[in-house]
């Protein structure tokens, strides 16, 4: 990826710099002919006052990028509009995508992390590296992230997909969740599965990861075998579940989640 992320932002803001503005987790795009971009530098002429909480990210082909937060109440522009970060995947390109993700992931932090969790005092931006210090007790917070893992289980020629109540969309997948403090990721795997759809699992192995950036997660993913049981779905998260074989796939996960990712080596490999 031509990314190349940073800390120390440049000595100024130079006009070909990508602006990642958010406002209540919707992105700032440019429109023009129907076609969307980030914005650069120019569009603080319209809402400077508004940003708040600046982060620089690093540079894309040597763009800086910067990440900040909408704080006004629209700008007055039919050339600009927030949308829905995951309304523009297939609309912006894939490496702009990811940015948006990182500022937004920097941002909903910074906004949630003003004031310190243990005495309450405004906290203040380290200067050292990306973490907010409390002045007054000395407590540290790091970007948070939340690890969450996610697993195709084969049996034989066929995959377990399921449905959770939560997907907008009637598409399948497979199941996924967020691991437990104490517990190593092999462990949530199993206890993941054992409670979502009821079946044990056998040779976990690694497949990759992604960042998800709804708003903090990051994806682990891994490839299970079928051990036994029968699937009984816990009916609160999972609705529905089955093994399905390639050749008979209910509606699946669109192509840039690792999910698709996962389904399609599947698809690929048997
Ligand atoms: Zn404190």
Not at 186 to 208: H, L, S, W
Request: with cysteine.
């Amino acid at each position: 990826m031509p990314f190349k992320p940073n800390f120390n932002p440049p000595a100024d803001e130079p006009a070909s710099a990508l602006w990642f503005i958010f406002d209540k987790g919707r992105l700032l795009i440019k429109l023009k002919n129907d076609t969307c971009s980030i914005p650069d530098t120019s569009v603080l002429k319209k809402c400077k006052s508004a940003i708040i909480r600046k982060h620089y990210l690093g540079t894309l082909h040597d763009r800086p990028c910067f990440a900040a937060e909408f704080a006004g109440d629209s700008i007055q522009d039919a050339q600009f509009a927030f949308k829905d970060l995951r309304g523009l995947f297939g609309m912006l390109e894939e490496d702009l995508i990811w940015i948006a993700g990182r500022a937004n992931q920097l941002v909903n932090w910074s906004q949630t992390h003003r004031y310190c969790g243990r005495c309450g005092k405004r906290t203040e931006d380290k200067t050292d590296e990306r973490a907010k210090i409390c002045p007054e007790c000395g407590l540290v917070n790091y970007p948070r992230l939340s690890p969450a893992i996610i697993v195709a289980v084969l049996k034989n020629d066929r995959i377990l997909l399921g449905r959770n109540k939560r997907f907008k969309l009637p598409f399948y997948s497979v199941l996924a969740g967020f691991v437990e403090p104490g517990e190593t990721l092999e462990e949530c795997v199993k206890r993941e599965i054992r409670e979502e759809v009821g079946i044990k699992i056998k040779n976990i192995r690694y497949f990759g990861s992604q960042p998800w950036p709804f708003p903090d997660s990051l994806m682990i993913a891994f490839v299970a075998d079928y051990a036994g049981g029968e699937i009984c779905t816990d009916g609160s998260e999972i609705i529905d579940a089955a093994w399905f074989a390639k050749d008979n796939f209910p509606q699946i996960p669109p192509k840039i989640s690792i999910a698709r990712q996962l389904i399609d080596w599947f698809v690929q490999n048997h």
